[in-house]
Nanobody, 124 residues
Framework: VQLQASGGGLVQAGGSLRLSCAAS????????MGWFRQPPGKEREFVSG???????????TYADSVKGRFTISRDNAKNTLYLQMNSLKPEDTAVYYC???????????????WGQGTLVTVSS
C-alpha cells in the first residue's frame, strides 16, 4: 500500500484546509485509516482515525485537541482519506501524515503504512 498525502499549506488562524490521502496498491475498505501530525520539535501524535467496524460502518475517533474542529472521512470508491480542518489554530502547525492499519488494531491503530507527510502552517 502506498499513501500520498496532499493539501497542506499556509493559512491564517481561523481558516480551513482539507487534506487528502490517496491510497494505491490495495483497496483500503477494511483498513483502519488515520491522520497523525508532528509539530515542530515535538513527537508525532494521533489526530484522527477511521476504523472499519464491518459492512459499511466505520468508527471514528479524534484527539481532544481537534474535536469539533476536524472531520475525518473516506471515499472508498476513490481509495481516498480526507481530513477537513476548520477553525485552525497556530498550535495546529505540523507535518500531517496519513497512515493505514490493515489489522484494524484496537483500541488504537498501529499503522503499517505511512504517507510522506504534508506541512500545515497556521499563522496568528
Amino acid at each position: 500500500v502506498q499513501l500520498q498525502a496532499s493539501g497542506g499549506g499556509l493559512v491564517q488562524a481561523g481558516g480551513s484546509l482539507r487534506l487528502s490521502c490517496a491510497a494505491s496498491g490495495r483497496s483500503f475498505t477494511t483498513y483502519a485509516m488515520g491522520w497523525f501530525r508532528q509539530p515542530p520539535g515535538k513527537e508525532r501524535e494521533f489526530v484522527s482515525g477511521s476504523r472499519w467496524s464491518g459492512g459499511s460502518v466505520y468508527y471514528v475517533t479524534y484527539a481532544d485537541s481537534v474535536k469539533g474542529r476536524f472531520t475525518i472521512s473516506r471515499d472508498n470508491a476513490k481509495n481516498t482519506l480526507y481530513l477537513q480542518m476548520n477553525s485552525l489554530k497556530p498550535e495546529d502547525t505540523a507535518v500531517y501524515y496519513c497512515a493505514a492499519d490493515p489489522k484494524n488494531t484496537m483500541p488504537a491503530m498501529v499503522p503499517d503504512y505511512w504517507g510522506q507527510g504534508t506541512l500545515v502552517t497556521v499563522s496568528s
